[in-house]
């Protein structure tokens, strides 16, 4: 992990995933990105074009000036977190969010993204019509997402879902080797259903191939798969979710669909979503 970005609004929400971007800043001596996007309005084609100039000019600044301004408050952010030694790259972009991220992960080769979310009152809320969810089915690299009630207190234990598929394998190794950097444990749980196609001989597979990293497998039987996460969640003490997704898989079921009172209790859960 060499570039990581970190989109900002200035808000409460931004500011807190600006908590944890440092904090993997530091670990792994990456550089952070600070994305600050704005949107141009639609004019009047009836208006001059210097007219024009002038308008988006005077946005342009008064952005400036919002990043400049709230650059002291970030640098004493990354003093109280021990990273000042953090290199600190604002950008500013105009235009959509979605499109710039893109642009800028291309052009930097940036690796991997933080975001804050709102999260309301669960984790449909939690994703579900925000930039993050966005972000989340879209960007080519992982995504952290941050809801505004997390508190980084140390990251000793990530959570993986997986269904034991061999495409997993790498997606598990790469949260192995995050993990790793992290001096924290990975425990995998996959929630078998009574119908499930994997065998004995899958989990034994499993297990001997990872046999000498940090990690653990949780089989556990069940057909209430959101129930079983949840409870997995609290008896763990998972401090990061990580999940593969794609836009139709069972990610994506959680951001759509009832996932909502059962996990209100974990909205302040952080996840890292990799894609397939």
Known sequence: MKKIVLPTDFS???????????ELAKTFEAELLLVHTYELPIIEHQMAPQNYQVLFDSLEWANFDQFKNTMPSIHAIADQHHAEHVRLTPVIMDGDLLFNLKTLIANEKADFVVMGTSGASGWKEYFTGSNTADAILNLQVPVLSIPVAAHFDGIQTVGFTTRFREKDKPALQHVIDFAKHLNAKVKCIYVEPHDTENTTATYEDWIDHFRKEPVSFHIIPSEAV??????????ESIDIMAMMTNKHNFFVQLITE??????ANHASIPILAMHE
């Open 12 to 22: 409460e929400v931004a500011q807190n995933a600006l908590v944890y971007a440092l």
């Open 226 to 235: 959101e129930d079983t996460i949840s409870d997995f969640i609290k008896r």
């Open 258 to 263: 009832s996932f909502t009172e059962k996990m």
